[in-house]
């Protein structure tokens, strides 16, 4: 069974930064789609980042220029900095991985505050 498991949340002021983490484990054999969503109070859950299966990076029009998503070696672990933070985006943000199966982690709190 595979896991993925996120930290990096937490309280920041608006233009500030965060670096958020996630790491998979257990049994992977390929990983075809990892990357983050967000969830804000009252809204359905959207794309903020992701590589793809062809090794692409796609981005939330509303994150581009501010936000980077990265990916470890091993391709089992995958971060977003992010950069000029708003306070529209915060968000439980969960890293997301589809491997045959679509993973979810738990979700990590960011609040931005103005």
């Known amino acids: 069974q595979v896991r993925l498991v996120e930290s990096g949340g937490g309280l920041v002021q608006a233009g500030g930064s965060l670096r958020l983490s996630c790491s998979a484990s257990?049994?992977?054999?390929?990983?075809?789609?990892m990357g983050w969503y967000r969830q804000a109070p009252g809204k359905q859950r959207e794309l903020v980042a992701r590589f793809t299966s062809g090794g692409n990076i796609e981005y939330a029009e509303s994150v581009k220029g501010r936000f980077t998503i990265s990916r470890g070696n091993a391709k089992n672990t995958v971060a977003l900095q992010m950069n000029s933070l708003r306070p529209e985006d915060t968000a439980v943000y969960y890293c997301?991985?589809?491997?045959?199966?679509?993973?979810w982690g738990q979700g990590t709190l960011v609040t931005v505050s103005s």
């Open positions: 257990g049994t992977i054999f390929r990983i075809n789609l």
């Open positions: 997301n991985a589809v491997l045959g199966a679509e993973v």
